[in-house]
């Protein structure tokens, strides 16, 4: 290949930086324009602490505030929401609307979409948690260290890649009409029995049982761990949440490659 020629050819391939840039911009728009979607993302998490969390405000429970302790809960169940949601009912929406016949056709690699997708979600995940501990220490009186918000804002953000995969796994498993029924079905109950709004304490023997081999526990652990609250080793909670981001992965590219198959032979 002369010199000219692969000059034209790096001229005609778009960088990856800038079209990541303007894909996750449009997913952010299009994620804007459905409040259902945006109204239920921020506000809920808000919602239920002030239901479970503002009650017990005051409170000791694992060594720590008892407020602070369901409010790094309800941060990680909205975290976990925003991938879940987002990735299942967004994906399946996508094959629904034939986007990927559409993004096929286009120069816009499979990675730069997915990665786009990851980007939209963690930062209206970041901005959930802005509001809801905004609200946790204006309303609840709910006081920690600078560096301790950080570390659960940081934790919940890398350990969602789990929850991603999950949504990855539902979105090319579900039609788009089943989609949010079936998130709501293996989210909301995964959730519950691992402490997320209720503390483990109150809830039946069997599912305190049961609770440490559910991903939503480990991450759990994960904010309740940086808040100062007693929990598992954080090489434990990465240990168990890689293990299910594997898990999930695998069939999210067993359903990837299913539709591959079926739209393109």
Not at 59 to 76: C, E, H, K, P, V
Not at 182 to 187: E, F, P
Request: hydrophobic share 55%; no cysteine; charged share 5%.
């Amino acid at each position: 290949m002369t010199t000219a020629a692969a000059a034209t050819d790096r001229a005609a391939t778009a960088p990856l930086v800038p079209m990541l840039v303007k894909q996750t911009w449009y997913g952010l728009l299009a994620l804007w324009r459905i409040p259902a979607f945006t109204v239920s993302g921020l506000v809920l998490p808000v919602m239920f602490f002030a239901f479970f969390g503002l009650p017990n405000v005051g409170r000791t429970f694992q060594g720590i505030n008892a407020g602070a302790y369901m409010l790094a809960s309800f941060g990680a169940y909205a975290v976990g929401s925003m991938m879940v949601f987002n990735f299942g009912i967004g994906v399946a929406g996508d094959r629904a609307g034939k986007l990927d016949l559409l993004f096929r056709a286009t120069p816009l690699p499979p990675l730069v979409y997915m990665a786009s997708k990851l980007l939209v979600a963690a930062l209206f995940a970041l901005l959930s948690l802005l509001l809801l501990f905004g609200f946790g220490a204006a309303v609840g009186g709910i006081h920690m260290a600078a560096s301790q918000w950080v570390q659960i804002i940081a934790r919940l953000i890398l350990g969602s890649v789990t929850f991603a995969a999950l949504g990855f796994a539902i979105g090319y498993s579900v039609s788009s009409h089943a989609a949010p029924g079936v998130a709501n079905l293996i989210y909301l109950p995964l959730s519950f029995a691992s402490g997320l709004f209720v503390p483990l304490q109150s809830m039946p023997q069997f599912i305190q049982e049961i609770a440490p081999y559910l991903p939503t526990y480990h991450y759990g652990q994960l904010a309740w761990g940086a808040a100062g609250a007693a929990a598992e080793p954080l090489a434990t909670s990465l240990a168990w949440l890689a293990g299910y981001t594997a898990l999930f992965l695998t069939l999210a590219a067993r359903g990837y490659y299913a539709e591959e198959q079926r739209k393109f032979g």
